[in-house]
């Protein structure tokens, strides 16, 4: 199939940036959105222009490390990461527009990658446990209730791609910071911290610029992992119960 | 080199929800639904008016009766005020920083542009600046009788019936009501998963009473006015 591809091209942080025009011919439907787009490099370089930066890795929808937003979608029309993403859901003579994550928090470095080191900021404030380290505990000698152990899986499946950040109108990050901190909040290995842990990635969170949650929804929407809107009502929750309880911080 | 044996004291508990994105929209919530618990009670006191002038005038009476004896006349009035005005006022700042800090996170905004979130989601925003100015005018109209034209000390009734014989009279009261209909459609499910009260399970039941009260109270409180333009209350 034929496209014609609108791209954001940026040489570097500081530069401004455009849109570009760029068609592209032979495309299959069978192609990935990224195998597309090194399609349209191959040819760029062959023509001795610059081929569009992204970032990329895993291509198999695990690492998250890909993403842009298309047609105005985090990750295009369908729920899944930009890379498992196929070209069958477009149709012969489609101009597609692509976009970097638009966010304070995620400074564009290059044409469609941004940084994101802001939510490993995060992390590092918050999203770990404290083990001994040594040997491996014996499995059974923590209970999860099964319930408890799906309710920290389904928030654990998050990848960090921001897709959530991309996608919300005031470029938060609640659901992502509410993914990590349910997944430990939940589970007796995170309770030593887990006032801290909350109100330490919410501190992280807010200094790192990202905007505030106003309900929209569009976070849970764009998640190509499924992280539930109510993930973020459960972190609420949590600090609030920090906070009552005069949980003390890290990071102070 | 000693060793701390103890930790810190954290930051006051004020202060950093205050600081905190999260704490400052407990504070909306909470505000939020307060005016929200008080805008139920008088939406029920206003429906009195379809019972007559001495019902109306009686209830506003009693109104300044509660607490008695302990309370003087009036007085239950002036404790309820201050509340009312902090939940305002709260609510209000909060809304304007937190606003603030939305769109400064959000700086860039995208070309190809798509239209997802619900009109009640949308207008939060424009919808509580309508609904301050309303406040405002309400109470100049029905309070102070300020700007109530053929407004009488102690008639609330004839008052209210004078005011809603004015075309802007009607004008503004019916559109700041279209304006809270749509402000407590999306503010009460809000609220509820602000202050982590939801559930995945309860919230269906949940939106679909925001959408059920937002319904009752736009009508409740714009059937006066219609029923005065009608002539069913004069
Ligand atoms: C007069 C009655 C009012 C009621 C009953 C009310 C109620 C609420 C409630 C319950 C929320 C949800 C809070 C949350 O999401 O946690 C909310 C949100 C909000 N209110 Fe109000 N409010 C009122 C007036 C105002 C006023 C005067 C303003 C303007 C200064 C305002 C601006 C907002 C904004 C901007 C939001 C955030 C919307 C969002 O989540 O995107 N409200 N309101
Ligand atoms: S490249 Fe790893 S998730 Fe897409």
Known sequence: ?252 | MALATRTERSPSLIGSVWRSTVGKKTIMAVSGALMLGYLIAHLAGNLKVFFGADDFNGYAHWLRTIGAPILHHGWFLWLVRPVLLAAVVLHGITAYQLSRRDRAARPHKYVHQRQRQSYATRTMRWGGVILTLFIVWHILDLTTLTVNERAEEGHPYENLVASFNTWYGNTIYITAMVAVGLHVRHGLWSAAQTLGMNSARSDRALKATANGLALVMTCGFISIPVSVMLGLVD
């Not at chain 1, 992502?176 to 501190?203: C, W, Y």
Request: charged share 20%.
């Open chain 1, 1 to 252: 199939m034929r496209l014609t591809l609108r791209i954001w091209r940026q040489h570097g942080p500081d530069e401004p940036g455009v849109m570009t025009t760029y068609e592209v011919d032979g495309i299959s439907e069978d192609m990935s959105f990224l195998e597309m787009l090194d399609h349209l490099n191959e040819e760029l370089i062959l023509g001795g222009d610059e081929p569009v930066a992204f970032d990329h890795d895993c291509r198999e929808g695990i690492c998250g490390a890909c993403g842009m937003v298309i047609n105005g979608q985090a990750h295009g029309p369908e729920r899944t990461t930009t890379c498992q993403l196929h070209m069958r859901h477009f149709t012969d003579g489609d101009t597609i527009d692509i976009e970097p994550w638009r966010a304070s928090a995620f400074p564009v470095i290059k044409d469609l990658v941004v940084d994101r080191s802001a939510f490993d900021r995060i992390v590092g404030s918050g999203g770990f446990i404290s083990a001994p380290t040594g040997s491996a505990p014996e499995a059974h000698a923590t209970p999860v209730p099964k319930a408890v152990a799906d309710l920290a899986f389904e928030n654990a499946e998050c990848i960090g791609c921001g897709a959530c950040v991309a996608a919300c109108p005031n470029g938060s990050a609640m659901l992502f910071t509410s993914a990590k901190v349910v997944h430990l909040n939940v589970l007796p290995q995170g309770g030593p911290e887990r006032e801290s842990r909350v109100l330490d990635m919410i501190d992280t969170m807010d200094a790192e610029g990202f905007g505030g949650c106003t309900n929209t929804g569009e976070c849970a929407t764009a998640c190509p992992k499924g992280i539930p809107l109510h993930s973020i009502a459960t972190m609420n929750r949590e600090y609030l119960r920090a906070t009552i309880k005069g949980g003390q911080r890290r990071n102070s």
